[in-house]
C-alpha cells in the first residue's frame, strides 16, 4: 500500500484539531499532518517530496499570519512536484476577491466555510482522495472502502 498524505493547515491549534478529528475515518489508511502555519507546512512538502511520498490532499485555513491560505495553495498549484494534489479552501472570513483568487490561481479543488458540516467535509474529502488516486494510477482497490463510489464509476467508465 503506498503511503498517502493529508495536510491540515491552521494557525488555531483547536480548529485543527477538529478538522483532524473529523478525519479520523481516513486514519487507518491515509497519514494524517498537522500543521499550524503555511511555512510548517512547505517545510513538510519538502520531506515528503524527498521521501517520495504521494500528498493527496492540503485542507488550509486562509487567515493566517505572515502567509495566506490562497498564498500556500497557489505556491503549491504552481510547483510541478504536487501537480495534482487536491486543495480546499477553509475559511469564514474570505472575500469574494479572495475566493476568486484561490479559484483562478491556487486552482482550488474546493471550498468549506467554517463551521463546516463533519459529514459534508468528509464527503468532500472521500471524492478528492478519489480522485487524486484515479488521476495517479495508484491501485485503488486497496483503498477502496475509503473512496466515493460515485466518484470512482464516473472516473472509471
Excluded at 12 to 41: G, H, K, P, Q, T
Excluded at 74 to 93: C, I, P, S, Y
Aim: charged share 30%; net charge negative.
Amino acid at each position: 500500500m503506498e503511503k498517502i498524505n493529508i495536510i491540515c493547515v491552521d494557525d488555531e491549534r483547536e480548529v485543527l484539531e477538529s478538522v483532524s478529528r473529523d478525519l479520523d475515518y481516513f486514519s487507518d489508511m491515509f497519514n494524517i499532518e498537522e500543521c499550524e502555519s503555511a511555512f510548517e507546512c512547505l517545510a513538510l512538502l519538502e520531506e515528503f517530496d524527498a521521501q517520495q511520498e504521494y500528498v493527496a490532499l492540503i485542507i488550509s485555513d486562509h487567515i493566517m499570519p505572515e502567509k495566506s491560505g490562497v498564498e500556500l495553495l497557489t505556491e503549491v498549484a504552481m510547483d510541478n512536484r504536487f501537480l495534482g494534489t487536491k486543495k480546499l479552501l477553509l475559511t469564514g472570513l474570505a472575500t469574494q476577491a479572495d475566493t476568486i483568487e484561490a479559484i483562478n490561481n491556487a486552482k482550488l479543488d474546493n471550498f468549506l466555510e467554517k463551521v463546516w458540516d463533519p459529514k459534508q467535509l468528509l464527503q468532500m474529502v472521500k471524492e478528492l482522495l478519489t480522485e487524486y488516486i484515479i488521476e495517479k494510477g495508484i491501485d485503488y482497490e486497496e483503498y477502496i472502502e475509503k473512496l466515493d463510489a460515485p466518484t470512482l464509476y464516473r472516473l472509471l467508465k
